[in-house]
T-cell receptor, first 109, second 114 residues
Framework: DAKTTQPNSMESNEEEPVHLPCNHSTISGTDYIHWYRQLPSQGPEYVIHGLTSNVNNRMASLAIAEDRKSSTLILHRATLRDAAVYYCILSGYGNKLVFGAGTILRVKS | EAGVAQSPRYKIIEKRQSVAFWCNPISGHATLYWYQQILGQGPKLLIQFQNNGVVDDSQLPKDRFSAERLKGVDSTLKIQPAKLEDSAVYLC????????????FGSGTRLTVV
């Protein structure tokens, strides 16, 4: 399973944008980049995924480097409810999700 | 669409006792996963089912853990006998066909072994 590297923790101010980085230098051509987040006392929830192009949805944006060796999850306006552990995961279609330690995001009011 | 249901929500047992967790996936989801999440760590896959067959159980401690998915719907995960290090949250997830973004997780069962 391809590995990802994320910072252990990050801090943001409420209502400001947050950029969560992920390095994945050994990504293969068929690996999708997934982002999940886990709020306290809940199971992980899907945020966004992409293959080669940048992606936007109602929750976030995903910016993928041209060489695909890194990506950034962008929360456009962080709220207190966005405080969670964010996981960047590489997985091919139909393959299992292998979680790392993730990034703990703290949001200050 | 109903989510992935898990029960019980919490369980406290003494070491060497047995315990079972139940999972009801989203209707129609063929793939079901059990994960173990120790405090401060990311979830670790224990077992993956495709319908009622096991696809991957390489990380399941088979001397004490067992899982089944009868009729390809509900699933149970059992630990017998439990050890202190089994204290963790046990998460169930399901997927229709493994498509990206198609995994849904339950809220988990928090097990404390004393």
């Amino acid at each position: 399973d391809a590995k990802t590297t994320q910072p252990n923790s990050m801090e943001s101010n409420e209502e400001e944008p947050v950029h969560l980085p992920c390095n994945h230098s050994t990504i293969s051509g068929t690996d999708y980049i997934h982002w999940y987040r886990q709020l306290p006392s809940q199971g992980p929830e899907y945020v966004i995924h992409g293959l080669t192009s940048n992606v936007n949805n109602r929750m976030a944006s995903l910016a993928i480097a041209e060489d695909r060796k890194s990506s950034t999850l962008i929360l456009h306006r962080a709220t207190l409810r966005d405080a969670a552990v964010y996981y960047c995961i590489l997985s091919g279609y139909g393959n299992k999700l292998v979680f790392g330690a993730g990034t703990i995001l703290r949001v200050k009011s | 669409e109903a989510g992935v249901a898990q029960s019980p929500r919490y369980k406290i047992i003494e070491k060497r006792q047995s315990v079972a967790f139940w999972c009801n996936p989203i209707s129609g989801h063929a793939t079901l996963y059990w994960y173990q999440q120790i405090l401060g760590q990311g979830p670790k896959l224990l077992i993956q089912f495709q319908n009622n067959g096991v696809v991957d159980d390489s990380q399941l401690p088979k001397d004490r853990f067992s899982a089944e998915r009868l009729k390809g719907v509900d699933s149970t995960l059992k630990i017998q006998p439990a050890k202190l290090e089994d204290s963790a949250v046990y998460l169930c997830a399901s997927s229709l066909d493994g498509r990206p973004g198609g995994y849904t997780f339950g809220s988990g069962t928090r097990l404390t072994v004393v």
